[in-house]
């Protein structure tokens, strides 16, 4: 069900923690759907200098949690918020399809956070709203412009 | 004590309500009817005779161990799922035209649930009757529900996730006096408790193979004699023209070699079972923010049912099972569902809280150790998942 890197993750998660003295904080999700996801950031000359996440959820939960911050650090705000739940099911190999929302909650997380910090310093949000925010969101839903799904093996 | 990274992580199986291992003596049962006495049940010759034999001894055996009028009211199926669509569709099928209406509690097996469903859309009305929080289901609540033109009404006997026995002799009681029939999914129950259709006094009932360590694929039926029945699978009218297709030799008398060691062991097992899953119980609910799902007294030996609140149900058992250890949890995310258990869900158990579900189950080869090495086992898990959620601290108000 789960590739070997996205169990690696989730059993040893990477950047786990709150950052003391975040410049950013985005949290998404809701215990009644199983999933909560905490972002917090420090952002240096516009790039993501430091990042942490907590995460209440299954095991694609965490992973994805683990390698959206493994792969925001360093970049700048902008590629930050351009990392699409595909790039983070691509970069653990797959995940399964009905675990495809776990990815976006990642990728909705680190956009909230990058959001917290722009509005914070009297800029304007750049991530275009999260997907959990819209009311249309399905979360088995892939990516309309691959046409392809990112389910691994069974 | 949990294995360092160099060793390879012992193996420890606590989920026995979803399969059993099955057992070398049923094993042993089995093996002739593959090679040497391999003959098919219907044909004249002495090779089918001596199959037949062997099918209907396996018969006889289980259907005294139930208590049926005649072994005939017993019919041999692919399994407990089979079981219950030839129940569901069966009964209703043949039932008076008039009566257009079913009742299922709401956490029934999905082979209730499902078929139960279908027959919702072609021409049956389908009343849902809910457990109480404790996980039974309330004979004066069934009542509430039946109707003049009730057809069928199926109750599980024992539940799969959460352990509770029902009280079927007044489900039934109660439905037959509304002119219904009544069906009970005892696939878990089997074996584990006395089973005993004439004192239950049940039209129809499921039992499974697999779960009481006999071979996979192999179900049985039981039909109370005169029960109207529809059959679903047809062809050469085997099983009394009520589920045709070439007997499955080897498997019944698998199955009636499990049932056997089971009704022969169960004075001792059965106690033996419910101290090791009542010391599962108790080492949970240790651990503070956990709760027991159903009824503490009123349920099958080998069930525990906890939430551990805080953490997810699938990181829990993910974790445990890089330790070796195998559970199940009735959380959304191992289902690949959004919508935790339907059978939590139905006993008001918040959404929030039924994510964080385990159920562990013990069976013939559980040990002391075992549930010494899981109990020593979750409390770390859960203090890391608790410690790496946002949300524990703030809903809880106390550290992991």
């Known amino acids: ?154 | 004590m949990a294995p360092d990274d160099t060793t390879a992580p012992r193996s420890v199986y606590l989920d026995y309500a979803a399969t059993t291992p099955t057992d070398q003596r049923v094993v042993d049962a089995m093996l002739p009817y593959f090679t040497e006495r391999y003959g098919n049940p219907n044909s004249l010759y002495a090779l089918g005779r001596d199959a037949s034999r062997a099918l209907e001894a396996a018969r006889e055996s289980m259907a005294a161990s139930i208590n049926t009028d005649s072994p005939n009211e017993l019919i041999f199926t692919g399994g407990g799922t089979e079981s219950d669509n030839a129940a569901l569709i069966g009964l209703t099928a043949a039932a008076d035209g008039k009566r257009r209406h079913i009742v299922v509690s709401a956490f029934e097996h999905h082979a209730v649930l499902h078929p139960a469903e279908w027959l919702a859309k072609h021409g049956f009305e389908l009343t849902v009757v809910k457990p109480r929080e404790d996980g039974i289901i309330r004979p004066e609540d069934l009542s509430a529900v039946l109707r003049d033109d009730t057809a069928l009404v199926s109750v599980m006997h024992g539940n799969n996730e959460i352990g509770t026995l029902q009280p079927i002799a007044e489900l039934a009681a109660t439905a037959h006096a509304r002119g219904a029939l009544f069906h009970t999914d005892a696939a878990q129950t089997l074996g584990k408790v006395d089973f005993d259709v004439r004192a239950l006094g049940v039209d129809a009932a499921t039992f499974s193979a697999h779960k009481i360590y006999g071979p996979k694929g192999i179900g049985a039926l039981y039909l109370k004699r005169g029960t109207r029945f529809a059959p679903q699978m047809l062809g050469g009218g085997q099983e009394f023209k009520k589920r045709s297709g070439t007997q499955n030799v080897p498997g019944a008398a698998g199955f009636a070699e499990a049932l056997r060691i089971m009704d022969e062991e169960r004075p001792t097992e059965g106690p033996r079972l419910a101290a090791l899953r009542d010391r599962i119980i108790d080492g949970v609910l240790a651990l503070e923010n956990t709760q027991l799902n159903g009824d503490r007294e009123r349920r099958l030996p080998h069930i525990a049912n906890l939430i551990v609140k805080g953490c997810e149900g699938e990181a829990m058992l993910l974790r445990l099972d890089a330790l070796g250890i195998s559970v199940s949890t009735g959380s959304a995310c191992s289902s690949g569902s959004l919508e935790p258990s339907h059978v939590l869900l139905s006993i008001g158990c918040a959404p929030e809280i039924a994510h964080g579900s385990l159920r562990v189950t013990v069976g013939r080869f559980t040990t002391d150790e075992d549930v010494d090495y899981f109990l020593e086992s979750l409390p770390p898990i859960a203090a890391t998942l608790r410690q790496m959620s946002p949300v524990y601290a703030k809903m809880f108000g106390n550290s992991a």
């Open chain 1, 1 to 154: 069900m789960y590739t070997d890197l996205v169990m690696q993750h989730f059993q040893n998660p990477h950047n786990v923690g709150v950052l003391e003295d975040a410049d950013g904080t985005g949290e998404v999700g809701n215990p009644v759907c199983g999933d909560v996801m905490k972002i917090t950031i420090k952002v240096d000359d516009d790039r993501v200098s430091d990042i942490a996440f907590q995460t209440l959820g299954c095991g694609a939960a965490i992973a994805t949690s683990s390698i959206v911050t493994d792969m925001a650090r360093g970049m700048t705000l902008e590629e930050a918020v351009a990392i699409s739940k595909m790039d983070v099911a691509e970069a653990l190999g797959g995940l399964p399809a009905a675990k495809m929302h776990c990815s976006v909650l990642a990728t909705d997380g680190l956009k909230a956070a990058v959001d917290d910090y722009l509005v914070k310093h009297g800029r304007e949000p750049i991530s275009g709203g999260l997907a959990h925010d819209d009311p249309d969101f399905d979360p088995h839903a892939v990516e309309p412009e691959t046409g392809e799904t990112c389910e691994v093996e069974a």
